[in-house]
């Protein structure tokens, strides 16, 4: 547990960093956190941004390790799911795609 503190404390230290070697313009990123340029800005300096927002930045920012994140997410519910006998069968699945391609 405490390298997941770690590894956050990393991300939010370094965080400007990231911001100012990302693609993204900074008024997108404002946009996107919903936040004033002077709150962004601010922010940015004093390394303060919620747990919300950097959750947020982080899909921004890091885009091909929140789809992993994602996937691996989906993953871990499907296996879930099958492991409680919440499964389809195949063939009602295929049944329910065809009418939906049919509407």
């Known amino acids: 547990m405490l390298d997941i503190v770690y590894k956050y404390q990393g991300l939010l230290e370094n965080i400007d960093s990231y911001i100012d070697d990302s693609k993204f313009k900074k008024e997108y990123l404002i946009?996107?956190?919903?936040?004033?340029?002077?709150?962004?800005?601010?922010?940015?300096?004093?390394?303060?941004?919620?747990?919300?927002?950097?959750?947020?930045?982080?899909?921004?920012?890091?885009?091909?390790?929140?789809?992993?994140?994602?996937?691996?997410?989906?993953?871990?519910?499907?296996?879930?799911?099958s492991k409680n006998g919440r499964a389809r069968d195949h063939n009602d699945v295929m049944g329910d795609v065809r009418k939906k391609l049919r509407a």
């Open 31 to 81: 946009e996107q956190l919903g936040v004033s340029r002077a709150t962004f800005y601010n922010k940015v300096k004093k390394k303060n941004f919620t747990i919300d927002e950097m959750v947020i930045l982080s899909n921004i920012l890091f885009p091909e390790e929140a789809k992993a994140f994602e996937i691996k997410e989906a993953l871990r519910a499907s296996r879930e799911d």
